[in-house]
């Protein structure tokens, strides 16, 4: 089970989530991650370390929402672990990178590698909607 991520803490930052696979919701998830990210740079900025734990597992929750909206699949929010197995729009390394993450959730790296998957994540939301559209008849 090589694919799958224990993410005990998923239904404690559900409330965030938005419900519908919509391009409105996509941005509101987008936006509550900026404002986590925000948070979390200052509290690394300020050496704060101990303090990120509840903004990097909203962030990760955050994350791992976007990953499964991309695909367009659903989290069920009673689970403990989420499996990447069936997703196929995913960045490179996803569960080496997300395992560490999830494993060192306070340290500077693991922020860093957050950010850097929800950015990849985003560049590849954005070129699956192109070629959505683009394979859509009259498109």
Known sequence: MRNVISLPYLK???????????AED????????????A????????????STLNGMQKGIILFVHFLFYTNNQSI??????????????????????????VSRPTLFHSYRQLC?????????YARSQIIKKASKPNG
């Open 26 to 37: 996509m941005s509101l998830l987008l936006a509550e991650w900026k404002k986590t990210r």
């Open 39 to 50: 948070e979390l740079e200052n509290l690394y900025h300020e050496r704060n370390q101990k």
């Open 12 to 22: 404690e930052y559900f409330d965030y989530l938005p419900v519908n696979n919509q």
């Open 116 to 124: 850097e998957l929800v950015t990849e994540q985003e560049k590849l």
């Open 76 to 101: 069920d929010p009673d689970g403990k672990s989420i499996s990447l197995e069936d997703l196929e729009v995913k960045p490179v390394n996803l569960v080496e990178r997300l395992t560490f993450i």
